[in-house]
Every structure is written in structure tokens, then in C-alpha cells.
């Protein structure tokens, strides 16, 4: 099949014009192929006798350089037309290939055109002496500001070493990294597969560093910026934790409720009904946040705090919060978190009850504007009708900036979260 | 299971929740949470991990007898 | 460099730069409607006819497309020519001339032929004379690989462009805007020849970069007074060359500003200004404090009362309100 | 006419047969692909090219077309610069970077091929102004097809080069056909000197089938060109006897008139005059028939052997290169590949 134009690729064979044993001199006409834009006599170039016709008439999508006969020249032998193979090889898509096998296919590779723009001018070459100008995206710079990365502490991947969205993420989300990732805990342990061997100490060294810097730069912004407010309030726990004790009775050891779940939910619900405890102080102005995402503060082994978020906490039952918290506690420890948790819990809930401590005035973490803390749950005593006893209690605390409320709706806030904490059943 | 698998088993348990923890280092009189600074839902999980390797089910109020790994083992096997 | 100065028009600067080519260098001619008995569409050659000659000052018939040609054809020839087209709204009836053999030629022939000629072009609006005399289309030419543009703004450059360009082995194309032929000032007596690939800060600034060209360099400048009064410091680069960009010269001053404006009479849609701020924005995107702005003339064909014209052309105050926009301050 | 001699009359035909034997064998690449692009070719008009370049001198400049094969080759551009360049490769006349219809070759001042129909006019008309303004006696050639007569250029060109008595002679192949269209479906006038007359300079018809006629014309415009410093016009009336272009369907004319046409072809009518005149043997024939073929093998094997321009010299000449500059007025000294 020759080529017939500057954009053709594949040609029908309309017509024969010879028969096999046909005598035929250079330039007679021997077929008519259609390309599409034309219909062109075909012509041969050599003298001969036609051999064999490989190609019937009517064949569409015959691609250039397919031989269409063979034919019998001076010294017998029989040859495909010199032209044809040739053309195979110059232009032959892939199944045609074999047929141009014995000639030297001359395709040469394409090579990519060499940038050599006119004098390549990068900004390192020029940059002027001295001033060392972190090289941030705008949307990298954006999001260092949400989750409070110190961008001073973020090593780049961007072009030229420059700091991108996905390097803050994961400066922030460095703090969670454990020593060494644990096998996932997820909702039942599964048989205890051979612990991760812990990482060499360089690392780990280098990590805790990084996650030190990031937390204390968001603490010390926090502390800078949020004219913080404190209030505490010592709730009565006795309902709480005789119901939950009977309801862990009820249940399979696997499904079993922790008291922290029950302070969850108390929270979640009083934010709901509460919204100035609910967002972010943005630009000089009070954001609410779009639904209830209980950032949920994780110590991690080792050291460093991460409090990545439980979405729509409001809404869920104590069963889906115990699996959420039981699930984000993992991650977090594994250092499998999402994006999108990290950056988007509403308000914060922190419960150092178990380390021991009575009760923790935190700091917010901006730009959110309020944390609630919780100490330990224990036997206290307690006055009730002149009477002195003892009741579990736990002291809840408030931390929440003054530019976003008051310490009256402070107050309300906590009573709310109290009187929720009565009736556990309806949790 | 005797004393010895016991054994074997609660520090497996212990291990998924504090890696980087040698249980050789794990001394048997002493409180282990504050060895591990183990918080209670990793408690909770060595507990489930204990009902599904033994069939033993610990009841919350028992939970202060398995305070050291001695006191644990030894409560695991009574409690078999 | 002599004590006197001489005080001159642009007109005078660019008719001394042709005369002293024609002067030195015989090979010089320059072709082109109504340059020898009307002495110049602008007046620029007035007087030329009268000392060279009509063999060497030659009005041509209406046909820029030849004659255009010709200039070509003579460069290849041996000959030195100035072309003068004259406004650039005709070289559109020669663009094929300029682009498929001036710009091509040399490459295409794999560099046997050489094809040293100028072409000069007025350009620019401002004079009321309505949509198809105010054209703007440095930016069309200045996408062709093979030409080199020049936008001599300055006396100095109007006066000192000229010889290097006919020096050049390459076709050069010089805009002379119109607005700027009565712009007087003063040159050094003996100032010939300047260099044509490098930008010229016309005004030093540290907050912001306000790149230009040609006839918008004068609006620039006073845009920069105007700012320099609301205690802005803006940095004023006159690119002078179109193509070759001094493409180092805008980098350098974003780098030290880390904010651009980029003033060009052409509309907006594909013109040098968008070439100059993508080419901010490829070199020099983390320098940068602000998005790159643009002030270009409105996208419509010119219109000829003067309160439309005005307000379709870049402003002083356009470019102000852009520079304080940016910084977030002022109205 | 003056009479045939036998040396010219062999030489003549000889060049016809070159340029025939060099179409009709890029037919046969184009097909096997070899050749790519755009191709036009010359196959019946060989008498123009043949006529014209025997009276034109070497200091003299070639402005061509498209369908410029056979002018490059007569003109002295070898066949293997030429055939190396439709393959694209370094060692063809233009380094490869212009095919077919963009052959250039500063050594005999052939100012290349132009794809622009009527772009090459004021292109002549300026190297006719530079040799003016620079007092030498030579002839711009500048040759375009009868469809170029349409073009605004042609309009200019010939005002101009009148105006200013330049010495340009203008060849207008009129092969009757603008690509598919008849010219007397596209010019109001048809007789092409008759039209150009109107530009006060000298214009008349030849039988552009009969090369000796051709050559005598040209060689009395030429004269007129050089000596008397004005421009003149030829109209060659000619015919091309394949597609405008690989391929056309050649719809637009009948089978008859094509085998018309052949009956004028110029050369077995060449071929037959010297015979009859016994001064040609059949012995001859095949000796110019050998050499011929000879020329065009050796230009394949050459265009075979030749190289890729390397990728990194796409940008090379945009610009001029420095160290050309100092090579004489306009003409950069030839690149060092060419053979």
C-alpha cells in the first residue's frame, strides 16, 4: 500500500486492474485505492509478471506499507515491490512490522526537543545575598496557619527545595508518628503479630525534635494571641458510672463502654447547644464551624500530643463513639491519620484523668476558641443536705478565648455538660 | 494452660500495646500501667485480647487484681 | 561626553539616528510611504529627500506588502535598509512578508542567508484618530521567533537605537509610539549608541515592580510620583526590548519588590503583559507576595471620542489603584 | 531561430531528461514514504527550467516556488543536496529544515523556494534593488505560476519594479492551472503578457514546450534586464502532466486534454529533432538515459547515508550566528556540511 499523502495511514483497495500472470511495465496502473480523500490509480514500478494478489478488493484499513501483491521481475524471484517494504518500515504501525521484518527499519527514536529557553534565570541564582526567604506556596502557607506548623521547621519537596500543602500535613501529622508503628490495634486485637522492630534511635531523636518544635510553636501561638478565660466545675459522677458499670455487665467483653466515651458525648451534645464554643477566631472575626468535631487530645508513646478530630460527634451513639475513639486512638498511635482530621476539629476535648491529675487548665489550640478538660473520676467527698459522704466526681474545666465568649456562656456551657452527665441513659 | 503460657500470652498482649517496651525489662512486682503508662483503653484492649486467647472474662470490678504481671498470671490461672 | 546638552523632540533624536546611518554607511536607504516629499507621515525625515537623494530616501507606491518584500530582498542583496511602515496598523498587509520570509529565511535555509534590516512602525493610540490608527500589536510580532523589537520610550534611546539595530545581522523591528514624537528633553551633545538587549530601571522602588514599555513609560512614571506620595516606593522597568525579554531584569526587580504590575496599551487576552507575568510566575513564583497585575487597554477597538479613548487606555490612576490594592491599603 | 547544433541540442536534452528521470523516481520514494510532506512536481514543464537557466548566468539570482525541483537541480544545487533534503537529513541544502518546497543554496544564489503563493515577488524585486542601488549589471529571476497572477503581490511587484526600472525578469510558468482551479475560471484576463504589458515594461509569450524557444526569449529578456536596467516579463505556456501535488485526484481536467498536452512533450520532440537530423543515435540516447539514472542512484545512496540534524541545534539560526556575520553582505558562507 504506498503512501498517497502527507496525512495518510491506511488506504482501501478498491479495484484490481491486474490479474496474476499479468505482464506489467513500470507506470502502468495495477489498482485503485480510495484514501479517504481521493481515489488514486495505483501505479507499479518495476517491470514484471503479477504473481499473486494478496489483498482482495473491497479491504478497508489496509495500513501504508502492507504488501498488496508480489510480483515476478526479470530474474524470477519473487520480491513484495520495493517501494511497499520500504514504506512499511518508515511509517508501519506495529502489526504490519512483521512484514517489513528483513529491511533495516529506519525509525529513529524521537528524542524531546532540549529546554534552551532563552538564558535559564532561577530565583536561587539571583537571590539576593543574605535575605534567606523560605520558599512557601500560598496554600502550604495557609495551612501551616490552621494547624500551627512553624514552617521554620518544614523541610521542602517542592520545586527548589520549596515547602508544598503535603510537607505541612506531614510536619503536623510528624508529631503523631510513635517511635515505631504499631501494628493496627483496631477493634479486637487480632493474635499478636511480631512487634515492628522500634525505629534506630537517630530517627526517632530527630522526630521528637520536630514534633517538640511544632507543638511548642503552636502552644506559644495560642498563648500569644488567645486572651484565654478559665473555669472549672466538679461534676457528680455517681449515676454516670453506676450505669455504665451495669451496662459493661450487660455486654461482651469486647463491647465494653469507657467512662471517656460518656464524657464525650455529655461534651459533644452540650456544644451542639452551645455554638460560640464551636468554631474559629479568623481574621479578627468568630467563624462557627460547620457541625460538632470533637478534636479528641492523644498522648502518644514516647511523647507528643496530636487531637485529631471525631466528626459529628452530636450525633453519634455511645457505641459509635467508644469504636471512633477506639479507632482514632490507633491511628493516631500508628501515625495513619487523615488530612482531613487534622485539620478541621471545632473544639477540644483533653482527659489527663488518667495520669492522674485532679483537673487541667489547657491551652486552646488555636485558631479554635475552646478546650474543655476533664481530670481524674474518683471517690470525693461530698456535701448533700448537711449530710458529708462520698461520690465519684470528676472536675470538668473550661479554657475558652474572651474575643469569642464570655464567662457567662462559660459557665452555662459546663452546667450543661453537668445535668447531661445525670441522666447517662439518654446519652 | 499452665503459669508459663499464661505468662507468655499477657506479655504478648502487653507488647501490641507499648513495642518498643523488651519484656524482659517488665518487672513482675510493679504496677504495670505505670511501668507502661498504660491508659485504660490500652488496658481494655489487653483485657479483650486475654478473653479471646484464654476464654477468660475479667469483670471491671476485677480489674485492680491484675495490677502487676504476677498478681495477673496468677488471677489468670484461678480464674481458668 | 561633551559639556553642552541640546535640547530636542524624540522626532529630532530618531531623524538625527537616521541621518548619521545614512552618513556612515552607504549600504543605508530608507523606503517608505511619503518619507521623501512629504518629509514623513510624523515628520520624522523631513528634509532627508533634499540632502540624500531620491535613490537613497524612496517614496513607495501604497503596497507595503513589496515594498516591505524588497527591504528583505535587499538585506539579502547587501544593502542596509530602513523600511518604514507607517503605522504599525499596515504592517498587517505585510505581515506575511515579515513573518513567513523576514522571521524564517535564516533558520529555514539553515543559516546561509542573513537579513540585516530595520523596519520602523509608529504605534499606539491616544490621538482620537479612531479603532484602525490606534492599534497596539507589539505583542503579535514580539511572538515571532527570528525578529527582534525594540520600544525606544526615552530621547536616548530614540536617538541610540537606530545604529546598533542596522547592525544587527537579524530583521529588527522599532516602535516608535506616536504620543512620544513631541516629548522634548535634553541629550548630550555627542550621544550615539545604546545597547539593545538589556531593561532599564527608570525609577529604583523596593514595594513594588511596575514593568512598561514604549508610549505607557510616561503614564508609568507618574503613577510612581502618585504612589511615592502615599509612602509607596515603586520600582519603574522600562523593558526597551520586546523580544529578546530581558527576562534576568524582571526577575531580579521581583525579587527584591515581590510584587509586579505590568502596564502595556495592547488588550489584555494574549499580550506581552500576560508573557511577562507568566513568565514572573514560572521564575519567580515564591517571591511573590501578591498575584501579578496586569493594566492593559480595554478590549475594545479604539474608539474616537476622547472621554472613551481615555477611559479604554492604561491610566495613572488605573496603575495606582492596582499597586494599592495589592498592598491592601488606601481606597 | 537559430539553427540546432548537435552539442547544444544533446546538452539541452540531457538536462530535460534529469530533471524527468529525478521527478518521476520521487514518486516512487514519496510512495515508499521515503520522501514526506508536501511534493510538487515538474514532469512536462522541464523545457521552462532547462530554457530559462541555459541563459542565465552565475552571478545572476534564482527567486523559486514550490514546484522547484527542477530549477534547483538545473540551476546547479547537485541532486544529492537535493534528494538529502526531502529526507530530511543535515547534509541536504537546507540542513534538512525545508523539504521539497524549501530548497536554498546561497553558492549559486538560488534564494529558495517559497510556499506563500506570489510570496517570492518582492523578494526579487528587493535583490533587483540592492544590484541597482549598487551600480552591477545582473539579472533577478524570479519565476511564479500563473496563480500567482492573482495574488496582491503580483500587483505590487510589477508596479514597482517598473517604477523604479529595476532588473528583475519575471517567468510565469502558466500551466494553465491555480491547484484545481482553470485559469479561466479564476482571471479575467487570460492572456498573462497582455496583462503584464500594462505595467509599461516588456512582456510577451513563448512556447514553453519547446525548450529552444524558451531558451532564445530568456536569453533576449535576460539581455534587455542586465543591459537595458529594466524589468521584463515572459509568459511560458506550459503544461504539467501529474496532479498539482501528491496526490490530487486531477478531477478538474480531463483525461483527453492530459494526452493532448503529451503530444507537445518536450522531450521526445527534443529527442526526435536531433534524430531526424542525424545527430542523435539511439547509442546516444541511452548514454544520457545512464548518466541520468547514474546521478539519481548516487543521490539516494547519499540522501540514504545521511545524518539527523542533532535535536540540540533546533534553535540554531534563529538568530544569525555571530561568526556568520563577517560573511559578506547578506550571504552567510554556506554551512561547513554541504557536500
Redesign the interface.
Known sequence: MPSLGADMEFGTLLEWRVKPGDVVKRGDIVAVVDTSKAEIEVEVFEDGVIDELLVPEGTARVPVGTVLATLRTGGGEVTPPAGAAAAAAATSPPEVAAVAEELPAEAPPTQPAPDTAVAEVSTAEIHPAGEHRLHVSPVARRVAEQLGVDLATVTGTGTEGAITKADVERAAAAVVL???P??S?AT??SP?AA??P?APAAETAERQAAMRQAIGALMARSKREIPHYYLQHEVDMTRAMAWL?QE??RR???E?L???VLLLSAVARAVAQTPAMNGFWVDGAFQPGEGVHLGVAV?L??GGLIAPAIHDADGKSLDELMAA??DL?ARARSGRLRSSEMSDPTITVTNLG?AGVDLVHGVIYAPQVALVGFGGIRERPWAADGMLGSRPTVYATLAADHRASDGHAGSRFLALIERLLQNPEEL | MNEQELREVLI??L??????IDAAQIDPQADLAEQL?I???DF??V???L??RTGI?????DYGKLATLDDAVAYLAAAQ | MSAQAVNLTYREAMRQAIREALLSDERVFLMGEDVGAYGGCFGVSKGLLEEFGPERIRDTPLSESVFVGAGIGAAMGGMRPIVEVMTVNFCLLALDQIMNNAATISHMSGGQFEIPLVIRMTTGAGRQVAAQHSHSLEGWLAHIPGLKLLAPATLADARGMLAPALADPNPVLIFEHGGLYNAEGELPDGAGAVDIERAAIRRPGADVTLITYGGTLPTTLQAAEELAGAGVEAEVLDLRVLRPLDERAVIESVARTHRAVTVDEGWRSGSLAAEVSARIMERAFYELDAPVQRVCSAEVPMPYPHHLEQAALPQAQTIVTAVQRMLGIGA | MAPLEREHGLHLLAQMLRVRRFEEKCVELYSAAKIRGFMHLYIGEEAVAAGTMEALEGEDAIVATYREHGHALLRGVSAGAIMAEMFGKLEGCSRGRGGSMHLFDAATRFYGGNAIVGGGLPLAVGLALADKLQGRRRVTACFFGDGAVAEGEFHESMNLSALWQLPVLFLCENNRYAMGTAIERYESETDLALKASSYEMSAWSVDGMDVRAVEEATRRAAAEVRDGGRPCFLELRTYRFRAHSMYDPDLYRSKEEIERWREHDPIPALSAELQAAGMMSDADLQELERAAAEEIEAAIAFAEAGTLEPVEDLERFVYAEPSAAGAGAGAAHPPGALA
Open positions: 510513635p517511635t515505631a504499631t501494628p490495634a479486637a486485637p499478636p512487634p515492628a522500634p458499670a459493661n455487665l461482651s467483653v469486647s465494653r469507657l467512662p471517656s498522648s508513646r514516647g475513639l477506639h486512638v488518667e | 504478648d498482649a507488647t501490641q500495646i507499648a513495642p518498643e503508662d491508659d485504660s483503653m481494655l484492649n483485657v479483650v485480647a478473653h479471646e472474662e475479667i469483670p471491671e470490678r
